[in-house]
């Protein structure tokens, strides 16, 4: 077996991806990854928790699960040294600072901010499709000429 990633393969970055996925109505499309993933940002915990109570109470208990580690591998006589948590502040995932914001979940919120400036910055810069501007119309279309001056 071989995974293979055609996107990466092209060259593109997940920032591409979204921007891709955006253009074709996919705007709100997930990272997809496992419920209990111990790389989860707080962003993500913070979506588990307020969108999906069930799937966060299943996660919290698979957190307090893993705390003395794997059960085969204590039964084998490998313990684990110290104990598991699922958030990188070692502490229950119920009682991890999630609230936080990240300077680094800061930086993609603006780097989000400057791709919408970005799309409205090309969109002034190539110009309506149409050629018109606010005072004039090159599209053929007819001009409205009801300014009511005041006298």
Known sequence: MRNVFPLLDL??????????LRARGFGSTPK???????????A??????????EEWRDVVEFDAAIRAGNARANADGKRLLGQAFLHRSRVPLDQAPIDHVTAREWAQ???????ATADVEL???QGAAEDCSPWSCRSGAPVADDFDVAA
């Not at 060259?11 to 891709?20: E, K, N, P, S, V």
């Not at 997809?32 to 707080?42: I, T």
């Not at 993500?44 to 109570?53: E, H, I, K, T, V």
Request: hydrophobic share 30%; aromatic share 4%.
């Open 44 to 53: 993500q915990w913070r979506a588990l928790r307020d969108g999906s109570p």
């Open 109 to 115: 919120r603006q780097a989000g901010l400057d791709e």
């Open 11 to 20: 060259g593109l970055t997940r920032a591409d991806c979204m921007r891709l």
């Open 32 to 42: 997809s990854s496992c419920l209990g993933c111990p790389y989860h940002g707080n």
């Open 123 to 125: 969109a002034l810069e």
